[in-house]
């Protein structure tokens, strides 16, 4: 929470506006003000009256933000002419200085509101007078909508020179109950549902009940980080203590729409979008277990919560700006979206250069006949490798001198092949999770062998081929995983010879944290104990090219090639 202290009284005090007055209030005079009946229903009043509002600029949603967030600087300001308030922004300020919409990134549109649909004179008012108090902060507005208006970014002097424009496309999805009804009946759809109706019950369901959803909402929030940790290295339920508490006040509001798609009672997919029936936005939660990746059950969702949305009379569901690849298979129309950037008076032409240069680069390299799909692995490829130096460094020289001394060695894994005989006692074995999302994401990011996204991409790809995998943590730590393949599907270059006649595994992707290297056999024992309660036979095979001979030897593995 930010000190009151820590704001200069000239701009905390409140002074009461005059006719056609811009004002400007931030920290504890903006929650104030919140607490006003008569400003909330002005403001109201004006979400209403404003042609370009999304649910990101309401009462509601802003209120709640500020409420929750108390890391984040509270800035407003506000025009009222005759008593009547004619414009509002709403912002605020992170540590690091920047300057942003509020509700930051979970504000999927961030934009001021004014009941003109030409008007700018509110804005640069405001931006004039936001920057006397902060000149040397970088603001940010993403994304604007199509609508508004933005012309002073290019012909209004000072700020031609200080904002900078980048569009981007909105893929939306246009709601057609007999649209849904045909992709739902395509081949490849139909032969997904089927298959995942033979696991069980499938059923669709909206949760309306708070406590239903309070119920889920963990369950929701590990898929999603899950996905996205590995995607782009982003597990934000578990580094923002504040986010769970948000979405929850949001659905109390009645400003969320949630949808899970089970099998039986377990949840395969869900979506939780803000906004309503009228104006709703793919923003706050988008899910669905990895294991299950292979029958797309998050698409299959998608085109069930269209078929619910067309019967709930609504006509276009925002799929939001961004470079998701299952929002282009959804999307039947595109419309486009900016991104306001304001700094130093070059802060427009830095900027332009940086794009050109990006422009260049991708012209240059579709010339060289090297495709998109290509050039966006390289470019993820090379993000990692970014992020796994970083993070290497950030170790301290000894740890970095053993990684670099580790990667240099020649790699020498072979295949092996270990029996090992039932055992029916259990003495000394761990309690292991299967296919636990909470585990894997337990992973240390302090790891110097793998960054946190290296991990939970490989995890991913593990699930997506059809694996799965036991974990051991103790105290909230991931100390061991193991992934399980059945017969030939993960290991290569091992020759299979009559063991294959009884009950044979590959173990692949074998991870041990330092602090777990005491336990390790016995958790390589407890894999087999919970391998065998599958098999009828008393001696199991597993094959495997994790080449700690010492730890299968004492876990009562017998090497057999």
Not at 23 to 50: R, T
Request: proline fraction near 3%.
């Amino acid at each position: 929470m930010i000190a009151t202290a820590a704001i200069p009284k000239s701009i905390t005090t409140y002074i009461p506006p005059g006719k056609g007055t811009t004002e400007l209030l931030m920290g504890p005079p903006v929650l104030k003000l919140l607490e006003d009946a008569a400003f909330i229903q002005e403001w109201k009043n004006l979400y209403n009256a404003c042609p370009w509002a999304t649910v990101f600029q309401s009462p509601s949603f802003v209120a709640t933000w500020y409420q929750v967030y108390r890391s984040y600087l509270p800035i407003l300001i506000k025009t009222e002419t005759d008593g009547k308030l004619t414009g509002l922004l709403t912002l605020a300020k992170d540590k690091k200085g920047l300057i942003t919409g509020a509700g930051a990134n979970q504000a999927e549109y961030q934009v001021w509101l004014t009941a003109d649909e030409k008007d700018e004179t509110f804005i640069k008012a405001s931006l004039t007078k936001l920057y006397r108090f902060f000149p040397r902060n970088r603001i940010q507005l993403k994304y604007i909508p199509a609508s508004v208006p933005l012309s002073f970014t290019k012909n209004d002097t000072p700020w031609n020179k200080r904002c900078f424009l980048k569009s981007s496309p909105q893929p939306v999805m246009v709601i057609s109950e007999d649209h849904f009804n045909s992709e739902l009946k395509k081949k490849n759809r139909r032969e997904k549902i089927n298959r995942l109706k033979r696991l069980g019950n499938l059923k669709f369901e909206r949760i309306n009940d708070y406590n239903e959803f309070y119920e889920i909402f963990d369950e929701l929030a590990l898929q999603s980080d899950f996905r996205k940790g590995a995607m782009y290295n982003k597990v934000a339920f578990k580094t923002d203590a504040c986010r769970k508490e948000f979405l929850l006040s949001l659905f109390e509001q009645n400003i969320l729409h949630v949808t899970v798609l089970k099998i039986d009672d377990r949840i395969i997919a869900a979506n939780v979008s803000i906004g309503t029936k009228q104006q709703l936005h793919l923003s706050g939660i988008n899910s669905f277990a990895a294991a299950l990746a292979r029958h797309s059950p998050g698409i299959i969702h998608f085109l069930m919560l269209g078929k619910l949305l067309a019967e709930e009379g609504a006509d276009v569901f925002d799929l939001t700006p961004g470079a998701d690849s299952y929002k282009e298979i959804l999307a039947t129309d595109h419309t486009v979206a900016y991104t306001l950037s304001i700094g130093n008076k070059n802060h427009k032409m830095f900027n332009r250069l940086q794009t050109g240069l990006n422009s260049w680069f991708k012209k240059t390299t579709a010339l060289a006949g090297i495709k998109p799909e290509a050039l966006k692995k390289a470019k993820k490829n090379y993000t990692l490798f970014k992020n796994k130096f970083i993070h290497v460094a950030r170790q301290g020289i000894l740890q970095s001198s053993a990684f670099l001394i580790d990667k240099l060695k020649p790699g020498n894994k072979t295949a092996k092949c270990w029996a090992v005989q039932r055992d029916n006692t259990n003495a000394g074995v761990f309690s292991l999770q299967y296919d636990d999302l909470k585990d894997l994401l337990n992973f240390d990011d302090r790891e110097i062998r793998y960054s946190q996204q290296e991990f939970l991409s490989d995890a991913m790809r593990r699930f997506e081929e059809g694996a799965h995998c036991y974990t051991w943590t103790d105290n909230g730590l991931l100390l061991g995983c193991a992934w399980i393949g059945n017969m030939q599907s993960s290991i290569n270059g091992y020759n299979y010879g009559n063991e294959t006649e009884d009950f044979i595994m590959s173990l692949s992707g074998i991870y041990c944290h330092r602090k777990g290297r005491k336990g390790f056999p016995y958790f390589l024992r407890s894999v087999a104990n919970a391998l065998a309660l599958d098999a009828v036979q008393n001696k199991l095979f597993i094959v495997t090219d994790y080449n700690d001979d010492r730890s299968f030897e004492l876990a009562g593995f017998q090497r057999l090639k």
